[in-house]
RNA sequence: GCGCCAGUAGCUCAGCUGGAUAGAGCAACGGACUUCUAAUCCGUAGGCCGGGGGUUCGAAUCCCUCCUGGCGCGCCA
């Protein structure tokens, strides 16, 4: 990649320097750093080395920045090399190495952008895991697109990445909805029914009862604990399939479901404890198992085993963890909602104690969607049963609208969503400013094909007919891209990529209004369509990462 | 009380490992369609980066403190 490009030569300039004497602090920065310029007058990238060895050398920085320069322009890599403000050295690319960009498009094609900084690295993320009682609703959606996309870009840096849903079947939540089933059941059969206000009291619980007394009858010959059983295992079976459903519809796949029962059908839960208690992290107290996790960061030690002898679902949750790392994931990232930021602590606590590193865990917390409608809230429930669910928003604004405006910005910042503006607005909404730019060229080339032209091969494509100053920005914006999808990896922030998306958009509409693409002159315009196909072939492979689609036509 | 996240233009938000004159969209105002799709473009205006201290060549970014908003602090899941 050209920043490494860039680094080797200013390191070989500072080695030649102390070789000859011109600077004598012999000092190596641990990283050289280099930085895209706000300003693009400051060249392409630029570097503070001169800044960061000024104390070492002694010297003001601006003339070791000038030692350095001298043992820098004879590179070819270089079109000018230039000294500013307090000390930057500015470098601005020659006209080469624009043009093999181009050429790696061209060649790279839907792989352009790829990278390999995590190969070898095998991560799961684990994302959604909504409770099996109620459809999902607009929160999970956000946490289910930042995770999708997130999964998309690991891969494309090379990860190897698996998506997970760990179905939470196990415990009082899924008790409750089968006993929720049970009593709508025996309402429909004509009973009266004194529903408990924690029950589940949406209508979805009446539909399932409906359902489920058309498909097995009216339960009558079982035990209430089989009844209730019975109830339980047929709404969670129907709920995931709408939830399945419901993100598929979304551009959601994932790659295994796994669930919290079968944890304790395996044993699992009894063996990871025993690991724990093995390595004497745990002890008794009051009847009950506790985990030492305040040993390792947490505010308070965590109770395994209750004194009545059931698992807490801290419990279920420590040996899915832990199977997770059994199961060869060097990194493990969690997608939850903000809500659980303070479980945290005793999760990398228990991992700590295990002797896996703090990285291995990465949680990324998800904030609250406050969903309002002609800029009134909506209180949200599942009790209530108040809810907007998932796919009524999708259905309303569409799903590349909707997953476009969720990644629009960091997870951890509180997102107002307003359905009437993500309709009504529809128009101005960013998204189809990605797109439009995408079907401007699709419509270019097809303008093109009427006369007989199509985009130049790479031998055919001369670079010399580029010449204007947008066709540069253009070209550097489209050679970042590489950068912009390892940073995001990196870094688990799928928003740089949308920002990325709307700043090369912008430069092409823009190139769009000012020049004509098919011009009077057949070498320019053939030169210009190698140019605009490459920046096509970049929207689309970034749309991609998000799961938005790309549009010939609008 | 303790902890986590946030506080940047009228509104919604970017700002990558500390860097040069703090950016974008919307809203406002003024312009551009006989020209590849005006779902677009060009321009103007808009700021004590919540307040105050500190660290240094340099702070929206790091540290301390205070203020405001949200969310957590179970032998619940």
């Known amino acids: 990649m050209i920043k490494n490009d860039i680094r080797s030569a200013l390191k070989q300039a500072l080695e030649n320097c102390y070789q000859q004497g011109t600077l004598s602090s012999g000092e190596y920065p641990a990283e050289i750093q280099l930085e895209v310029p706000k300003n693009p007058e400051h060249g392409d990238y630029a570097s503070n080395l001169a800044l960061m060895l000024a104390r070492h050398e002694g010297t003001p920085p601006r003339q070791i920045a000038e030692v350095l320069v001298a043992a820098l322009r004879a590179n070819a890599l270089f079109d000018t090399v230039d000294i500013a403000g307090p000390g930057f050295i500015n470098f601005r690319l020659a006209a080469a190495y624009w043009s093999t960009v181009l050429h790696r498009i061209d060649a790279e094609q839907g792989a352009f952008g ?14 959604v895991s909504a409770n099996p009682t109620g459809p999902l609703h607009i929160g999970h959606g956000r946490g289910a697109v930042v995770g999708d996309a997130l999964a998309s870009i690991l891969a494309a840096a090379g990860f190897e990445v698996q998506r997970e849903y ?25 009973e009266v029914v004194d529903f408990p206000e924690d029950g589940y009291q949406a209508a979805y619980i009446t539909e399932l009862a409906a359902r489920l007394r058309q498909e097995q ?3 009558a010959d079982l035990s209430e604990e089989e009844a209730i059983s019975c109830c339980t295992r047929f709404g969670v079976e129907q709920i995931l399939a709408w939830i399945d459903s419901d993100l598929r519809a979304f551009g959601i796949e994932f790659d295994n479901w796994y669930s919290e029962q079968s944890l304790y059908d395996r044993n699992m839960v009894e063996q990871e404890l025993g690991r724990l208690k093995q390595k004497g992290l745990t002890y008794e107290e009051d009847q009950a198992l506790w985990l030492r996790t305040t040993d390792f960061g947490d505010d308070k030690n965590r109770v395994l085993i209750k004194s009545d002898g059931s698992y807490t679902y801290f419990a279920s949750d420590v040996a ?3 199977e997770k790392f059994d199961r060869g994931f060097d990194r493990v990232i969690d997608v939850w909602g903000a809500d659980h930021h303070g479980y945290i602590p005793r999760m990398k606590a228990m991992l700590k104690g295990f002797g896996l590193p703090a990285e291995a865990l990465e949680v990324l917390l998800i904030q609250m969607v406050n969903l309002l409608r002609d800029g009134q809230p909506f209180v949200m429930g599942k009790r209530s049963g108040n809810f907007v669910t998932l796919r009524e ?13 969720f990644l629009m910005r960091r ?7 307003d359905l009437e503006l993500a309709k009504q607005n529809s128009s101005d909404n960013p998204v189809y400013y990605v797109q439009y730019a995408h079907a401007r060229i699709c419509s270019i080339n097809r303008n093109a094909a009427e006369v007989g032209m199509a985009p130049p091969s790479r031998e055919e494509f001369d670079f010399s007919r580029l010449t204007l100053d947008d066709e ?9 891209f590489p950068e912009a999808v390892e940073g995001a990896a990196l870094h688990y922030e799928p928003h740089r990529l949308v920002f990325y998306l709307q700043d090369l958009a912008a430069l092409l509409h823009s190139y769009y209004n000012r020049h004509r693409v098919l011009d009077e002159d057949v070498r320019v315009t053939s030169a210009r369509m190698y140019l605009v196909n490459a920046v096509r072939i970049v929207l689309a492979n970034a749309l991609s990462l998000l799961g938005v689609s790309a549009p010939e036509k609008m």
């Open 411 to 417: 997870c951890d910042s509180q997102l107002d969503f």
């Open 320 to 322: 899915y963890h832990l």
């Open 217 to 219: 009858g009216e339960l």
């Open 166 to 190: 760990y179905i939470n079947d196990a415990g009082n939540q899924v008790q409750t909805l089968g006993r929720s089933i049970l009593l709508r059941l025996r309402e429909l059969q004509g």
């Open 114 to 127: 790829r990278s390999q900084v995590g190969s070898g690295i095998k991560v799961q993320v684990e994302f």
């Open 393 to 405: 928003v999708i259905d309303e604004v569409g799903r590349d609208a909707c997953r476009f405006f």
């Open 472 to 480: 540069i920005a253009l070209i550097r914006q489209l050679s970042r």
